[in-house]
């Protein structure tokens, strides 16, 4: 369900955003990163993270509209980066496929995060590597703060700090 105070975006936007960076996200492959010397691949399931925050929980419309219309910028920021701002390790439980089946199972993690200011917006990208296995996209973060208007409870914006919800 969506937040009534967020504005709402209309289906032919978001759905002619989504189509735009679907096929844009297509023609990346991968990007060189300075600070890996090696690069950075662009698959399936950093574009999935860009729809959802979780497995099966659908980030809100204005939340997808937003990363769709910034997805040109991750790249950039990736080959812009030699310098990492964040980093986390961790154990979490992954899907694998195996044959036809799914299997989760517990595996380090490490989310690896890069700060960019692009036309006086603060953007993080975030890439994730699970175990060794190769760096891939991972989400794309405008670096918004919590808000707080007097009294009122704090109201978070588009990001948690969980580089694998952001």
């Not at 799914?102 to 990208?125: C, L, N, Q």
Request: charge should be positive; include cysteine.
């Amino acid at each position: 369900m969506e937040n009534s105070n967020k504005p709402k975006i209309e289906d032919e936007k978001l759905e002619k955003a989504k189509k735009i960076a679907e096929e844009l996200y297509k023609t990346i492959g991968e990007v060189y990163c300075p600070y890996f010397e090696n690069n950075v691949i662009f698959n399936a399931k950093g574009l999935e993270h860009l729809k959802f925050s979780r497995r099966n929980q659908a980030r809100i419309r204005a939340d997808q509209y937003m990363r769709f219309r910034l997805l040109k910028l991750a790249p950039a920021i990736i080959r812009k980066s030699g310098t990492l701002q964040e980093l986390k390790e961790t154990k979490k439980f992954e899907v694998f496929k195996i044959g036809s089946r799914r299997e989760s199972k517990i595996v380090d993690v490490t989310y690896y995060t890069f700060i960019a200011i692009i036309r006086g917006a603060r953007m993080k990208v975030v890439v994730k590597q699970i175990e060794n296995g190769p760096k891939f996209f991972w989400s794309l973060v405008p670096d918004w703060k919590i808000l707080n208007k007097g009294n009122e409870k704090q109201k978070r914006i588009l990001h948690s700090g969980d580089p694998e919800e952001d």
